[in-house]
Structure formats: C-alpha cells, structure tokens
C-alpha cells in the first residue's frame, strides 16, 4: 500500500528541520520536477517537509487571493496548532509551472509592478498538468524529457500548457486563475481596461468586478448554465445563446492550442483531460474540428467512446496524436506527500 501514511509514525517522530532535512526535501522537489530557476525569488513554491510555521511564513501572497477568500496560511496554521508534531507537505499548484522562461511569464509592465509586487504569470493546474504530461508521454513512448506536448485541463477552471522538454514552458492562467480560456463562471482573458472602464463609468467596485468575472462570466455568463453538460444539452435543443457559449469557449481554446503548438516547437500531442475534457465528446469535438490548419484529425467514433485510461483519439493520418488522459490531482498530491513526508 505504497500511499497509506503512516500518521502514528509521523506525529512521533521529532521535528525535522535540520538543513539535511530541509536539502532532502529540496532534492527530492528537483528530482520530482520542481524545478527553480531563480532561487532567490523562490517564495516556498516547492513541497517540503517543513513545519506549518514555516509554511505560513513562505506562502507566496498570492496564495491568499485564490482561496476562495480564506487565507490558506490559516488552514497550515490550525493544523499545526492541533499537530504540532506532524509535518504538513504544501503542494502548490504553480510549482510546475516555474520552468517556464521569462519570456513567457514576465507581463510588459514596467518592471516594478514585477520586482516590488511580485505581479508576474504563475501559473495553476500544475499537479494535474505535470501528472498528465508523464501519463501522456508514457502513452506515447517517448521518454519524458523529449516529450512536447500541449495539455489541456477542462474543467470547471480551465487551463492549456505549453510542455517542451516534459516541463512547463507557457500556460494560460496567469498571476490568479482567472486568465486565458473561458472557464465554468470566469471569463479567462479579456482587455484589462474593460475593468478600468467600467470602474470609471459604471460605477463598480472591486469586489463587484472581482465577482462579475470570478463568478458570473464564462458559460454561466453567456449561456446562462456554468455545467457544460448543461450547456451542450440546450444548445442541441437549439438554444442561441448555449450555441454562441460553446463557440466562444472552443475558439479561444483552439487559439491556445495553435500558440502553443509554435511555442513548443511542434507539438507531438494534444492531450485532454479533467471533467469537460475526459468526459465531452461534444466539446473535445468542437475544438478538434477548428484544428484542420495544423492537420488534426480525429476518429469520430473513437472520440465517443468511452475508455478508462489513457487513450488516443485521433485518426491514424492525424499529424498530432490526440489523447484523452484522466487526471487525479488527489492522488498526485498523495504521491509528493507520500516522497517527502515518509
Ligand atoms: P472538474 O472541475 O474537472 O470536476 O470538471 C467539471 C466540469 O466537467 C463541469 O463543467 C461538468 O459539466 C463537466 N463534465 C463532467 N462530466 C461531463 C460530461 N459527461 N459531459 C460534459 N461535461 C461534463
């Protein structure tokens, strides 16, 4: 039973935060792939076996804004006070991501806005994109670090990235979640100055605003339904306005798929996967079907069919191999827990 941990043996053992500990914790983030590539701007972006104190003291300040209002170094915090003992393991979901190069997360903003308030692309979904990125290549046959690909998170958040290499070289959300495709209830990209615009004119607040794209944009916003099932089924019952969402969400993501396959130099898969993306034929369809310029071609039928595991989609004449790869962020999270807590 390689993920049952055992709690009694971690509560007894004594706090470990010697610097041995804390390089083992580090080599162990390097050897599963938390890769750093500037040190001194790390802020805890990796997984280590440090006690929660330390924890809530490295959380980077953005993890306080995602959380649904609720400041995660709060949660670390309680837990610590009733366990002092045990260590906590914090798997960011923006630590794959931090290989991507500067020219992909740096926004052209004078340099301050990065330097002084940390305001640069992060990144989420990465557990899920690093968990499917190995099944994808393992799939394939090509060694992970040969691997180029463009994977696709569909669900309620949705999210593309670019990986050249195995690892993470673009993604689509940004500094919060809220950027790039449109998701179940966020808009994903849109001109920033739509936000100042409607501050100025409209009279909306931040919060208003942060509501209005967080959580009535997206589907919900413009086919009334957030649940793509939902969607899908009015617009096959000939509801316009279910029909525009659907055309909405899949020409923006065709759009990061044509970036990313040039990002990546050619991408040798595109890989779909979490709830729209395992289980919509109807959407993967749509997307599929906008992607003839880069000589995609998938197998109606085998796109409809329902498989368990990893498995390929396209027709055999496809130039990019297509795939539908289940994710399991619970058991990824698991796994990192289970290497650097044991
Ligand atoms: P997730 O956040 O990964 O749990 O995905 C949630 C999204 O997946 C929701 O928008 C659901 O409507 C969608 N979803 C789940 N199953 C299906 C399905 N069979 N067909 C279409 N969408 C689905």
Known sequence: KPFSIDLGRLRS???DRSP???ERADRAGEELGFVDREPGKRRGRKPSPRTGQVHAKVLPPVADEIADGEPVSGWLRAMAERWPDMPQVVVFDTSFHQTMPREAWQYALPDEVYTE????RYGFHGTSHDLVTGLAAEHLG???GEFRAVVLHLGNGASATAIRDGVSVDTSMGYTPLAGLVMGTRSGDLDPSVVTHLMRNHGYDAEELDTLMNRRSGLLGLAGEAD???VLENA???DGRARNA???ASYRLAKYVGGYHVAVGGAQAIVFTAGIGENSAPFRARVLDRLEALGVAYDAEANRARVAGP???SAPESAIPVLVVPTDEEQAIARLTWELAR
């Not at 308030?117 to 640069?120: A, D, E, L, N």
């Open 13 to 15: 053992r004594e706090k």
């Open 20 to 22: 041995a500990a804390v």
């Open 117 to 120: 308030h940390g305001i640069r």
């Open 142 to 144: 090509i060694p992970r």
């Open 228 to 230: 793509m099932r939902q």
């Open 236 to 238: 096959a019952s000939g």
């Open 246 to 248: 659907l055309d909405v």
């Open 311 to 313: 498995h390929t989609i």
